[in-house]
């Protein structure tokens, strides 16, 4: 069997220290790292943190070649179990790949754990024992042989599952609760002393329960345990999805404080969301996948159009499970739906790239950008989830069916794996009774927007705009306080700033002689005067542009407010009351 010693030897460098054994090498054994880490889709080329990789046969030096970027040759000699030793740098405090200091450990495999060819399919052993004094050890894994704190061996079934299930290493605290039967841990590390451990328990209970009930009824889940990793920091926010088991980062203020029972901040509104998110994936996008993520390729970029329904779609449920499980009301969530329409409509690169052309290219934009990324590109998440929404509404005003149908008759089709766009076309399709498949087509490979507003209004959603703010009619984004100015961080295609000749990076100093501070200041001398002279600095030269905020009316608008309506028709107001209740 491979297996992998991993040992914490040397803390304040960062390092893990890495032990694999082969024990019936090949004459030409091949090991090699993954570039990337499903649910995380970049190519990060985690080999750049090995060093001194050794290969030894019975105590003898065995001949090493590099290939490429991420893979090794050994030339073996008879039979005998080939060892390699290395060391990997391990000093990213984020959920995708490893970290070890004096108080904490945590990593994927995909960072640690060189790949032997050849034996991909067999089961895989990790060897986790030498830990500082009072370590213990969190994972998904299987346990074969484990103390107390957790420290010994587990097992996975193959190469993927072993990568698939993060580890955290340390003194954390560490909650337990059932749901539908079965077995979920909540460990927790970095969190303030006077954390609420049992409303954190409690809500992610409801969370759980509402989700499996929503896949599989009364039946159990395809998964007899899990496990939330959660990292609390100062600051920070995101989530990996595993099979069994989830890594999260979050504000470590977004935690539930102790005799606040009653308060639901929007920090912990964020966490809950975040905890629904990853475990919604544990059906969608684990096990119901991409077509293309059948196998995963860890040596390359794995290509998919499908992201928007998997991260769209996840994203749309991950607020809705909060109401469903009744951890907030429907205004609540009508605000939550506000800020996600407020974001994607203002976005002026949801008219130059569709939500199928984000997916695919997610490898080099939505995970690589820029100042311009607004402009070029759109969020499969949040556009996504906006067409999962728009898809809902349209199914729950029509004559039957929602997404909720939509979504278990893929699960059931698919028997829970890999599922192409076609299928889940045909799905919407079989559930409306007609065809709906079409407008999914045209709202994912297009950049036009679905009808919101009606489709909202229909079930008996009002619609408001909110009155547009200074930066929005301006179109840009800046980052300002009164010690350092104004600085632009964004600018938005067809707008106002735009059409000045104002850049991202600019200093904004001063509108028709008036030094700025903020930008709200400049309103002040808008109010009088909508064309101004605005003195901007540039790689430390000063020059001044013309600002008229006459000159474009075009899209701009404010934000978006959601609330239900007060007047709609009984029909209307059974058809949202089926929607908006648990
Ligand atoms: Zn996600």
Not at 291 to 302: D, G, I
Not at 346 to 353: D, K, S
Request: net charge negative; hydrophobic share 40%.
């Amino acid at each position: 069997m491979i297996t992998y010693r991993v040992d914490v030897s040397d803390l304040h460098q960062h390092e893990f220290q890495v032990t694999l054994t082969v024990p019936e090498p090949q004459a030409q054994q091949t090991l090699s790292l993954p570039v990337w880490i499903p649910g995380s889709y970049m190519v990060r080329e985690f080999s750049r943190h090995i060093s001194r990789l050794h290969a030894h046969q019975g105590g003898q030096a065995v001949g090493l070649v590099q290939k490429d970027k991420t893979t090794w040759i050994a030339t073996c000699t008879g039979r005998q179990p080939l060892v390699l030793t290395y060391r990997v740098y391990a000093f990213d405090n984020s959920v995708r790949t490893a970290f070890l200091d004096a108080h904490r450990g945590f990593f994927n495999g995909s960072s640690l754990l060189l790949k032997a060819h050849g034996y991909e399919t067999q089961p895989h052993r990790l060897e986790l024992k030498t830990l500082p004094k009072g370590w213990e050890v969190a994972t998904a894994m299987a346990a074969i042989k484990v103390d107390a704190r957790g420290r010994g061996w587990y097992e996975a079934a193959d190469y993927d599952e072993l990568i698939d299930h993060p580890v955290e290493l340390g003194q954390f605290w560490r909650g337990r609760f059932m749901a539908r039967g079965v077995p979920h841990e909540f460990v927790v590390v970095g969190n303030w002393p006077d954390f609420d451990r049992e409303r954190l328990l409690a809500d992610s209970q409801r969370i759980c329960e509402a989700q499996i009930a929503f896949w599989h009824g009364k039946k159990k889940p395809p998964f007899d345990r899990y496990v939330f990793l959660l990292n609390a920091v100062d600051e920070g926010y995101g989530g990996l999805e595993h099979r069994n088991s989830t890594a999260l980062i979050a504000a470590r203020r977004d935690l539930p404080q102790l005799g606040k029972a009653k308060d639901l901040s929007d920090g912990y509104v964020t966490l809950l969301g975040l905890i629904s998110h990853e475990y919604f994936h544990t059906w969608n996008v684990k096990r119901l996948r991409p077509a293309e993520f059948a196998v995963y390729e860890h040596s390359r970029e794995n290509y998919t159009e499908l992201l928007w329904f998997f991260e769209g779609f996840t994203s749309y449920y991950d607020d809705l499970f909060l109401l469903r499980a009744g951890l907030i009301d429907v205004p609540r969530y009508l605000k939550l739906l506000s800020k996600t329409l407020s974001t994607v409509l203002a976005t002026p690169g949801r008219h130059v790239q569709s939500v199928a052309e984000a997916s695919f290219d997610a490898w080099v934009k939505y995970y690589r950008q820029d100042e311009n990324s607004v402009n070029a590109s759109v969020s499969y998440y949040t556009k996504g989830a906006l067409i999962a929404l728009a898809m809902d509404l349209l199914l729950r005003s029509g004559k039957q069916g929602s997404l909720d149908d939509v979504m278990r008759l893929l699960w059931q089709r698919s028997q829970g794996g890999p599922v192409s766009e076609t299928d889940i076309q045909l799905a919407f399709d079989e559930v409306a009774g007609v065809d709906v498949g079409t407008a999914l087509q045209t709202w994912v490979h297009g950049t036009e927007d679905p009808p919101w507003q009606a489709l909202l209004e229909r079930l008996g959603v009002a619609w408001k705009t909110e009155t547009p703010s200074l930066a929005q009619r301006l179109g840009l984004k800046v980052s300002e306080s009164a010690l350092t100015g104004i600085k632009v961080t964004q600018v938005l295609q067809g707008g106002v700033a735009q059409a000045s000749g104002i850049s991202a990076g600019d200093e904004l100093l001063a509108l028709d002689g008036w030094r700025l501070r903020r930008l709200e200041d400049a309103q002040r001398v808008l109010n009088v005067s909508p064309e101004s002279t605005l003195l901007v600095c540039r790689d430390q030269k000063v020059f001044s542009v013309l600002l008229s905020v006459f000159s474009h009316e075009g899209e701009t608008i404010g934000g978006v407010q959601l609330t239900e309506a007060a007047l709609a028709p009984s029909a209307v107001a059974l058809r949202r009351q089926a929607w908006l209740t648990p």
